[in-house]
């Protein structure tokens, strides 16, 4: 079966594309069956279980993904001198007002905490 990609537009390219992901996963899932299935009968012929031979542990869990929330914050290193909640770490990105007061010629260090 040829299909002429060239004359294809973007969404069909995508659907065709979608597709074949459908069609390749429909078939990783019918081999790894059989796969299965062989072992299944290999390891009872020799008087054992799959899991005799892989071992009873479940699959290995990924690390958990770090989120911002369990990080743990830094103490503020600098505060705004006119306004005292605005504080920064001293991390990332130069607040705005940080910036204006460096600008005006103030030091860090008549800004610090």
């Known amino acids: 079966m040829a299909v002429d990609l060239r ?9 065709l594309a979608g597709d074949v992901e459908k069609s390749l996963d429909k078939i990783r899932k019918k081999d790894l ?5 062989e072992m299944e009968k290999l390891a009872a012929a020799h008087g ?5 031979i892989i ?5 290995a869990k990924a690390a958990p993904k770090k989120t911002a929330s369990a990080k743990v ?3 503020p290193k600098y505060a705004d001198s006119e306004d005292k909640s605005k504080t920064w770490t001293g991390k990332g990105r130069q607040p ?3 910036k204006l007061a460096i600008a005006a010629g103030q ?6 905490v």
């Open 107 to 112: 030091t860090p260090e008549s800004l610090a």
């Open 48 to 52: 054992v279980t799959v899991e005799d």
């Open 55 to 59: 071992g009873n542990k479940p699959p």
């Open 96 to 98: 705005e007002w940080f």
């Open 7 to 15: 004359n294809m537009s973007r969404k069909e390219l995508e659907k």
């Open 73 to 75: 914050k830094s103490p």
């Open 33 to 37: 069956k059989k796969v299965r299935l």
